[in-house]
């Protein structure tokens, strides 16, 4: 063997061996820190960092103002036209707003057709909202008002899995079975947690203080849209909530799996956000 190939052999092998190092360390701590959600949860991760890229697309062509949609299925209906670069079509697919852990969505497969949140334009004409998708049950909240824009602080909320309450935790009939969900943040990561009570409260308030009300977190003027279900349903979707508590520690704020979404240079709650 010559020597320029013994040496480039070893070169290849060095490298090699850094990148098993790193996976070595890296893999583990992204588990722990997301809370080892799970392969189908790690799917409303994915699906909210889309949400997150189709926002801040729409707000970077429209001076930096997010969608101002009257609830979250017209959000989605918004946010069906942004192209975005996993989706260069648009969030046209109700699955970005499911999950498949939810007890509120019907069984969820990557196997199953595309479902569309827009019909298809007709003669030229605007295309319009699929009543069908009207009918969903989002596994996801989002604030909604005039004010909402990327000016806000990073540490601003702008989705997260439904059912978080007003004193930090999820409720038992939310997706998880009130076992935490995720947070979307302005600054562009997802995060994970248990709960949002630990250490005096995860979240910023607008008045710098922690908070665990995710409300005290948004901008004034603000409400949270989801889906709210009906006594019958909190019963059924509280019974079928998880056995086994899942993860078995809280995130710390801002912690969660990161990513970057900013671009280049049958009810909606009606509480608002007040001084």
């Not at 707000?59 to 946010?79: K, S």
Request: charge should be positive; proline fraction near 11%; glycine fraction near 8%.
């Amino acid at each position: 063997m010559s020597a320029p190939r013994f040496t480039r052999l070893l070169e290849y092998g060095f490298v090699l061996f850094l990148i098993a190092l790193l996976a070595s360390i890296i893999v583990p701590t992204v588990g722990r820190t997301c809370g080892r959600p799970g392969p189908s949860r790690l799917t409303d991760f994915v699906h909210l960092r889309d949400i997150g890229n189709a926002t801040a697309i729409y707000a970077y062509n429209h001076n930096d103002r997010f969608p101002e949609a009257t609830d979250i299925w017209d959000y989605a209906r918004i946010l069906a036209e942004v192209g975005t670069p996993n989706e260069p079509e648009g969030l046209n697919d109700a699955r970005f707003w499911r999950s498949k852990v939810d007890p509120a969505s019907a069984p969820i497969s990557s196997k199953d057709p595309k479902f569309p949140i827009l019909l298809p334009s007709k003669n030229g004409q605007p295309r319009a909202l699929n009543p069908a998708f009207r009918s969903i049950k989002p596994a996801f909240a989002i604030p909604v008002g005039r004010r909402l824009s990327t000016n806000h602080p990073a540490t601003t909320p702008i989705a997260w899995t439904r059912g978080l309450q007003s004193d930090g935790t999820w409720a038992k009939h939310s997706p998880y079975g009130g076992q935490g969900g995720y947070i979307l943040f302005l600054g562009g990561n997802v995060a994970y947690y248990l709960n949002l009570t630990d250490d005096g409260g995860q979240l910023i308030a607008r008045d710098g203080s922690k908070t665990a009300n995710i409300l005290e977190a948004l901008p004034v003027g603000c409400r949270i849209s989801e889906y709210v279900p009906t006594p019958e349903e909190q019963t059924t979707w509280s019974a079928q909530a998880p056995a086994q508590p899942h993860p078995t520690h809280n995130a710390p704020r801002r912690s969660g799996t990161t990513e970057s979404f900013r671009p280049p240079p049958n009810s909606p709650v009606a509480t608002s956000a007040s001084e």
